[in-house]
């Protein structure tokens, strides 16, 4: 089965500067590749996502690129601020069933 | 957007008794929902597939007759947790998808139950 692998596993960047979260994925048949946030105790938000046709996706200051040659991915946040902060999942999924496989989670942090 | 919701957003229970989880689907049909559970600092880990009308499809590991999954309409799926213990106790949040949409990879996630066993 898919296998999804993320690092860092914990970041910590003065506010201001970016973070870059990056994750590799296992089966060449995903297709859907989600990026959540989660806070503690809530449910996960989509921040942003992207399909293998395309390589790169910008929103405002969060941006996804894709490699689809090389199985991975990252997330981007520029111009990072204190509600940044919170646990990032990355996700891959495929037609096939429409599982969403999870990274283990990185836990980003904001310096003031 | 889509809007799922989950019944209880909290339980605790006596070691040995079951716990029924329901998740809605509020404004869509789902044709699918996922039932995943969490630990503290940890990842989501996916338990199950539920498609309406079928018996539910189990990830490796999961007991079938411990965590029990019924899909009996395209808005609602339960979780039963059979003769929980205390190592049941965790975060266990479902997810919804409609292959019907445009984003039938998309998944829309329910607020979670937080489960305590005693």
């Known amino acids: 089965g898919e296998n999804v692998e993320q690092h860092p596993s914990t970041l910590s960047v003065q506010e201001g500067d970016s973070a870059v979260i990056k994750c590799t994925y296992s089966?060449?048949?995903?297709?859907?590749f989600p990026w959540y946030k989660q806070e503690l105790g809530k449910r996960p938000q989509l921040i942003i996502d992207?399909?293998?046709?395309?390589g790169e996706k910008k929103d405002q200051r969060i941006a996804v690129t894709l490699n689809k040659t090389a199985k991975h991915f990252s997330l981007h946040i520029t111009e990072t601020q204190p509600e940044d902060s919170a646990v990032y999942f990355c996700?891959?999924?495929?037609?096939?069933?429409?599982?969403?496989?999870f990274g283990k989670g990185t836990r980003l942090h904001i310096l003031p | 957007g889509a809007v799922v919701s989950q019944h209880p957003s909290r339980v605790i229970c006596k070691s040995g008794t079951s716990v029924k989880i329901e998740c809605r689907s509020l404004d869509f049909q789902a044709t699918t929902m996922f039932w995943y559970r969490q630990f503290p600092k940890k990842s989501l880990m996916l338990m199950a597939t539920s498609n309406e009308g079928s018996k539910a499809t189990y990830e490796q590991g999961v007991e079938k007759d411990k965590f029990l999954i019924n899909h009996a309409s395209l808005t609602l799926s339960t979780l039963t947790v059979t003769s929980a213990h205390p190592e049941d106790s965790s975060f266990y949040i479902c997810?919804?998808?409609?292959?019907?949409?445009?984003?039938?990879?998309?998944?829309?996630f329910g607020p979670g139950t937080r489960l305590t066993v005693l």
């Open positions: 997810s919804a998808s409609n292959r019907g949409t445009s984003s039938y990879n998309e998944q829309f």
């Open positions: 089966d060449s048949a995903s297709n859907y």
């Open positions: 996700a891959a999924s495929m037609n096939r069933d429409d599982k969403i496989i």
């Open positions: 992207i399909r293998s046709n395309v």
